[in-house]
């Protein structure tokens, strides 16, 4: 009896009709030599294969390790925190915070619940919406990108969701455990007193760089140097490992600054008041220490909140100009000192010179000056109490055009600012080779010449100082500087008398001026505003004072201007003096500084009349 293999020896190819012994395939006589071939490149195969992976593995280690850097290292930087700025007695005007900065996978958050991106969308102040639609914009554009052979990328795609996130909201974050969350270390700017100092402070953008103000001026010194961390990512971004050096970030340095707060508040709240009371477009004021040349107060209206600086566009940005330093006008009669001043200094001229002012009119070739009314024959000491611009103008005319402009210049007009804040503008003061008579004597009283506010108070130094000039500071100064020359000290003692006539004399344009307790000088100044090179039409105005106290021993210059008030007048002795009795009063008395007058009851007029322009 056959057993099955026999019978399957038997089988017949049924597709060829014959039997399987017989099939003319196995007749096929091949050449041994292509066996052997076959045998020795299958060998040799798995013989690369063994040695390349000895290589790789045992001898050559740096290239794995290199393409393992490349997908899964990253270099994080590691954020300096940026210094302080304080005011004079310490107070922090400035001072940074920690915060996060949080990233996220598109591809990993997409794929958690939808209550997840709810709640992570609520706490980045968003809708889940705006949270998907920002998460699904991302994850297009890197799939565009992507390369077939490329399915990994799309995880190691890191983007921002939100930069400076409180610590608190941060935790909250933390707390969802959601794959694809990457929190980093950055530093938040806070202001403490907002709006009050911020034309000096200014602000920072979202990377902590100085946009405007002390911020910009003195970014160097502020930002420290950041350092950096080499580490090893998970698929999800996570950090697994440091891999190398820390470089740790060197801090920035404190800023000390000349403000005093308490009398940075005042000058603040005064201007508002004015700009508010007067209806005006803007204002502005200025408190220098005369001693040192600090800025102890530097104050605008309308004003700002640093924290929300970058995101104001278009018109909006106005609020940002910084009055006291980048804008120039017009001063008007707050001008006419300087040019009294000269007079009396090259000898040409005493306090009780008396000059013909004539009826009120008075015309050079074919132009007329000017005065409020016809005051006839005047000392030179009245044309400073009455403001008149024909003496003024005549004072003028009777020297060189070339001894005014050094005038000019030497008390700073039409020179470049050097005390080290973005955006300082030199006003205008043009060669003196060029002038007509009739511009002479119109800049003599402060019309056709340009200046910022700031420049102007420097310049009331020389009446403060005895004569001499010298530098503004912005930082506290702790070695008295060295003044240059201008006028004689005599000069400067004639003037301050002068001065003084503006706010206490009968006939002076600045009774809105006076302090009770303090003597208090000044000159009041009124000017056509200049819009794209042209006086306005219908007529803008601006107001001004510039002024010193206490006359016997002057301790702060200070100056205040009115931009387009539209009630309750327009003169300077009208709009501008009353803010300067008021930043003067309670900053003498915030610095203790002793009475020098024992009136200690003002009765101040209404309308102190009107000034010549």
């Known amino acids: 009896m056959m057993r099955n293999g026999g019978a399957n020896s038997a089988r017949v190819a049924r597709s060829k009709g014959v039997q399987f012994s017989k099939s003319p395939m196995l007749a096929v006589s091949l050449p041994p030599w292509r066996s052997r071939v076959v045998l020795f490149a299958l060998f040799a195969a798995f013989a690369a294969l063994g040695i390349r992976a000895i290589w790789l593995q045992g001898l050559s280690t740096q290239f794995l390790q290199d393409q393992g850097e490349l997908r899964y290292g990253r270099t994080l930087e590691l954020p300096a925190t940026r210094g302080n700025i304080r005011d004079r007695d310490n107070q922090v005007l400035a001072s940074s915070a920690e915060v996060r900065g949080v990233w996220g996978v598109p591809s990993e958050l997409l794929k958690e619940p939808a209550e997840k991106l709810r709640a992570l969308a609520a706490l980045l102040d968003m809708t889940e919406g705006e949270l998907r639609d920002k998460l699904e914009t991302k994850q297009a554009q890197v799939d565009a990108k992507r390369k077939p052979d490329d399915k990994e990328k799309d995880k190691q795609v890191l983007m921002y969701l939100k930069r ?27 202001y403490p007193q907002g709006g009050v100092v911020s034309h000096v402070i200014g602000f920072n953008d979202l990377e902590d760089v100085g946009q405007e103000g002390m911020e910009k001026a003195q970014e160097a010194w502020l930002k420290g140097k950041p350092g950096s961390r080499r580490v090893i990512v998970d698929r999800l971004g996570h950090i697994v490992e440091d891999a190398g050096t820390i ?33 005006a477009k803007a204002g502005a004021a200025i408190v220098l220490d005369v001693h040192t040349g600090e800025v102890l107060a530097l ?20 609020v940002l100009r910084n009055h006291v330093i980048t804008d120039t006008f017009e001063p008007g009669s707050t001008l006419k000192p300087f040019t009294v001043a000269l007079g009396l200094d090259t000898g040409r001229y005493k306090p009780s010179t008396y000059i013909d002012t004539g009826a009120g009119k008075y015309t050079i070739l074919d132009r007329t000056i000017s005065d409020t009314k016809g005051h006839g024959v005047i000392n030179v000491q009245q044309i400073i ?76 130094l020389i009446f403060a100082r005895d004569g001499d000039i010298i530098p503004l500071s912005f ?8 003044g240059t020359q201008v006028i004689k000290p005599q000069t400067a003692r004639q003037m301050r008398e002068m001065l003084e006539t503006v706010v206490s004399g009968k006939d002076g344009t600045a009774k809105q ?25 219908p007529r803008k105005y601006i107001g001004s004072f510039a002024g010193m106290v206490p006359m016997s021993n002057p301790r702060f210059v200070i100056a205040v201007m ?42 101040v007029p209404a309308d102190s009349g009107p000034e010549a322009m």
């Open 385 to 460: 109490e009455m403001s008149s611009n024909i003496g003024t103008s005549k004072i003028a005319l009777s020297m060189p055009a070339q001894e005014m402009w050094e005038m000019f210049t030497k008390v700073g007009f039409g020179q470049q600012p050097k005390w080290g804040f973005p955006g300082a503008q030199a006003g205008r003061v043009r060669p003196y080779k060029s002038w007509r008579p009739i511009e002479q004597a119109t800049m003599s009283y402060g019309n056709g010449i340009s200046v910022s506010l700031i420049q102007l108070a420097r310049a009331y």
């Open 247 to 279: 470089n740790e970030p060197h801090e920035g340095k404190d800023l000390i600054l000349s403000l005093d707060s308490k009398i940075q508040y005042i000058a603040f709240s005064q201007v508002k008041n004015a700009v508010e009371k007067f209806k």
């Open 562 to 603: 009115i931009d387009e008030p539209t009630q309750g007048g327009h003169f300077g002795g009208q709009v501008a003096a009353p803010t300067f009795a008021a930043v003067a009063a309670n900053a003498l008395r915030s610095k203790n500084v002793p009475p020098d007058s024992n009136v200690t009851e003002i009765v």
């Open 513 to 537: 001026a006076q302090i009770a307790g303090y003597r208090a000088g000044g000159k009041t100044g009124t000017a056509y505003k200049v819009v794209n090179g042209r006086y306005a039409m």
């Open 299 to 318: 104050a605008n209206y309308p004003t700002f909140e640093p924290k929300e600086a970058r995101t104001l566009r278009g018109a909006d940005r106005e």
């Open 164 to 190: 400076q996130v409180e610590m608190d909201v941060a935790h909250q974050i933390t707390a969802l455990k959601m794959d694809g969350i990457e929190m980093r270390k950055e530093y938040k700017r806070y």
């Open 475 to 482: 930082q506290k100064v702790t070695t008295p500087p060295v």
